[in-house]
């Protein structure tokens, strides 16, 4: 039984070094720099069409004035039923748009 024990503070005195160890070793990764961000944003970013672009502009302006008329007026109980609205109202005519495009090209 002795050794059994004997074994078992060796491993887990073994383990406690592999801790300590690991530790170590992720103090001294350097934090990501600026340019491995900007690198991954575009490698992760989609190439967006200036139309689309100005479109989503063009939505966020619209928000924009719809939310300050309303507050002005309190007439909306729901400012975020309004919103929402408004966006699927949008999304809805920017995906007829992308439809047309496409059988347009078809």
Not at 14 to 20: L, P
Not at 89 to 98: G, V, W
Request: proline share 2%; aromatic share 2%; net charge negative.
């Amino acid at each position: 039984d002795e050794d059994h024990s004997d074994q078992n503070k060796e491993s887990l005195e073994n383990y406690s070094n592999e801790i300590a160890t690991s530790n170590s070793n992720h103090e001294k990764e350097e934090p990501p720099q600026d340019s491995d961000i900007r690198q991954l944003i575009e490698e992760c970013s989609t190439e967006v069409s200036e139309e689309q672009k100005q479109s989503m502009e063009g939505t966020i302006l619209e928000l924009a004035k719809i939310c300050r008329q309303k507050e002005l007026l309190y007439m909306h109980d729901n400012i975020d039923d309004l919103i929402e609205s408004a966006l699927n109202t949008k999304l809805l005519s920017i995906n007829s748009q992308c439809l047309d495009k496409k059988e347009q090209e078809v």
